[in-house]
Every structure is written in structure tokens, then in C-alpha cells.
């Protein structure tokens, strides 16, 4: 027996078996497209979305609220316009108004608060005028957009003006 090839390790010729290296760079590779995909569609989907929800709200021109007419004087009802929230409020004389729930500042929810006789935006103090929707005080820099409110028996219809 020989000693020379004793110890001695034969490596494999390059390119016969795939390695450590080309493991590692298919799996980086793999990585990198799924975290392209995790950062890419919550990207696409706020760009795209505006586009979206003008065309649902487009589409939508009257809402018909079923047992809203045994609303209370002095009370308000939020429910969906589209894909944007709206305001029903019975008044305390007992006429009705309807408006657009979204503050013209910067797109927050506002409410109405029949103790003060106001409609409020928390976000930054914006006041409107709950039968006209005029801005009253703050930052908001037009009126809320109002709609017309139609009431049959069992129901209250509300529709672009």
C-alpha cells in the first residue's frame, strides 16, 4: 500500500454538483422577490387606490336608509356614501340635512355633537355648521358637500344634489 494518497481529499470538479454558493445565491435571489413583493403591493395599492375610490363614490349618486325617518330630533346617523362616510342628521326643529362626513382639511371623519350644536373635526379643531355645513372655525377651507334628503314612509333617501 502506498502512502502517498493517504489524507488526501479529492474535491469535486467544479460545476458537477451545485454548491454552498449557488444555494445561497438562489435563496438571497428568492428573498429579494418576495420582499420586493411585500414592499411593491402596499405601494401599488395606496397609488392606485384613489383611482378606486373615485370611481365607487362616482357611481353612487343616491343611498336609500331603511328606518331612518324614526330617527330622533337632535340625533345623527354616519353611513356610507359610496366608498366615503356621510351624516344624516334629523335637527332639532325636526328638518333634515345631509352632508358629506369628510373634513375638507385633510380627509378626517368629522361628528356631530348635538350639545354644542356643531359638527367637529378632532383632528384639528375644524368646525362646521350642522344645516349648512359651512365651516364655522379652524383650519377646513370650504363647506362640507351637502345632500338632498328625500323621507317616505319607513325609510330616508339621500342623493347627490
Known sequence: MSTENVGRV??????????????????????GCVYAGLVGYPVYRYLRSPVEKAE????????????????????ALIFKFGAKPALLIHQKDG???????VCT??????????????IFCACHNGVYDP????????????PLDLYKVTLSPGAVTVSRG
Open 131 to 142: 344645516k349648512t355645513g359651512a365651516n364655522v372655525s379652524g383650519p377646513p377651507p370650504r
Open 10 to 31: 479529492e474535491l469535486p470538479v467544479e460545476g458537477e454538483h451545485p454548491g454552498r454558493r449557488a444555494f445561497v445565491t438562489v435563496a438571497a435571489g428568492a428573498v
Open 105 to 118: 382639511h385633510l380627509a378626517c371623519t368629522v361628528q356631530y355633537e348635538p350639545d354644542g350644536d356643531r
Open 56 to 75: 365607487a363614490t362616482a357611481a353612487v349618486s343616491e343611498v336609500t336608509l331603511p328606518k331612518a325617518d324614526e330617527l330622533p330630533p337632535g340625533a
Open 95 to 101: 328638518s333634515w340635512t345631509a352632508m358629506s362626513a
